[in-house]
């Protein structure tokens, strides 16, 4: 602008524009970054001024407007500075509270190899309805996948609810009925009387045996020797919080899990999930495509070709978990490798 203003005869009728600077300067920099780049144009402005042989009073005038410019950004800088620190602030509070209700998942938990994907739908947010748990209990293996009915913070509280039963009733009742037991006479006593969580409680109590709890949830995906099988329940339980309201009291449905089988439990957020056409994802399609022997890299598969069906952005709050169990043969030689100088 200013090279522009040296060859026009109107130096003078440039200096609004000189305002631009530290307007543009308070969306990245703070108050002294801004007031720097102000003082700088203010400045640019008295020479072309004095430059232009301009009266005292014009470019006082002229100048007034960068001036008022430059000290209006600085007040909107400062706040902007610190919103992003109050930002930070709940960022990392909403970290630890993730952390807190949704604890890390090792890549193996007792024999089993583990692999968890989970996407909030507010992604500042970190948390949300979804829920899951896994932990080696002196009764096997057990988890918990489940959904939360609603959003926001009553949403994030009935599931750190769920979880601190689910992590305290898992370690101490050795039946797994009795695990969902407790988890609906808790829910009974402090949820309204329209809330429910849907979820999946399994174990593994003893070899070759998966048990599975199903109360109104999405049925999970068994991958053994003879391809991909959804675990309908044999007997539709409703989800947990409704037990007063009537219908069948969960059942127990023990399916086979032999060396080298994976389970997958997921929440709706998977299955709902929507294309531009309006089409659901097609989980059972397509799972097979991306089965490996290793969950980490079969979930980040998935959970891509998830996001590629969307268009980049999860509407609801998605969770994927993958349970593997090694062949024995194949954990042995890799030890042996391991050992081998």
């Given at each position: 602008m200013v090279p522009l203003a040296l060859v026009t005869s109107g130096g003078l009728g440039w200096l609004p524009l000189l305002a631009v600077g530290p307007a543009f300067a308070a969306a990245t920099s703070g108050p002294w970054g801004v007031l720097r780049i102000g003082l700088l144009a203010v400045t640019m402005g008295g020479v072309l001024g004095v430059w232009g042989d301009e009266h005292l009073r014009a470019q006082v005038t002229m100048l007034a407007t960068p001036?008022?410019?430059?000290?209006?950004?600085?007040?909107?800088?400062?706040?902007?500075?610190r919103r992003e620190r109050v930002l930070a602030?709940?960022?990392?509070?909403?970290?630890?509270?993730?952390?807190?209700?949704?604890?890390?998942?090792?890549?193996?938990?007792?024999?089993f190899q583990v692999a968890v994907r989970y996407s909030a739908a507010a992604a500042e947010a970190r948390v949300g309805g979804d829920l899951y748990a896994l932990l080696p209990t002196p009764h096997g293996v057990r988890l918990i996948v489940g959904d939360v009915r609603g959003k926001g913070l009553p949403a994030v509280s009935t599931a750190a609810l769920v979880l601190g039963v689910f992590r305290e009733a898992a370690c101490d009742e050795p039946d797994l009925l009795d695990v969902v037991g407790r988890i609906e006479r808790s829910l009974a006593r402090n949820l309204a009387p329209d809330d429910f969580v849907t979820a999946v409680v399994a174990g593994y109590p003893r070899e070759g045996r998966m048990e599975i709890v199903n109360c109104g949830h999405a049925p999970p995906l068994l991958f053994g020797a003879s391809g991909v099988v959804a675990i309908e329940p044999t007997r539709p339980a409703p989800p947990l919080g409704l037990?007063?309201?009537?219908?069948?009291?969960?059942?127990?449905?023990?399916?086979?899990?032999?060396?080298?089988?994976?389970?997958?439990?997921?929440?709706?957020?998977?299955?709902?999930?929507?294309?531009?056409?309006?089409?659901?994802f097609p989980l059972l399609e397509r799972v097979p495509r991306h089965i490996c022997d290793e969950p980490s890299r079969t979930l980040a598969a998935l959970h891509d070709e998830l996001?590629?069906?969307?268009?980049?952005?999860?509407?609801?709050?998605?969770?994927?978990?993958?349970?593997?169990?090694?062949?024995?043969?194949?954990?042995?030689?890799?030890?042996?490798?391991?050992?081998t100088p």
């Open positions: 001036a008022a410019v430059t000290l209006a950004s600085c007040l909107a800088g400062g706040i902007r500075k602030a709940v960022r990392s509070v909403a970290e630890a509270a993730q952390n807190a209700l949704l604890k890390p998942v090792p890549a193996r938990v007792g024999q037990a007063s309201l009537g219908g069948d009291l969960p059942s127990l449905q023990v399916v086979p899990f032999a060396d080298g089988d994976q389970l997958l439990l997921y929440t709706d957020g998977v299955i709902e999930a929507r294309d531009q056409g309006r089409e659901y996001l590629s069906h969307v268009g980049g952005r999860l509407h609801d709050d998605a969770a994927l978990l993958l349970l593997r169990k090694p062949v024995r043969g194949a954990v042995r030689a890799a030890a042996d490798a391991a050992r």
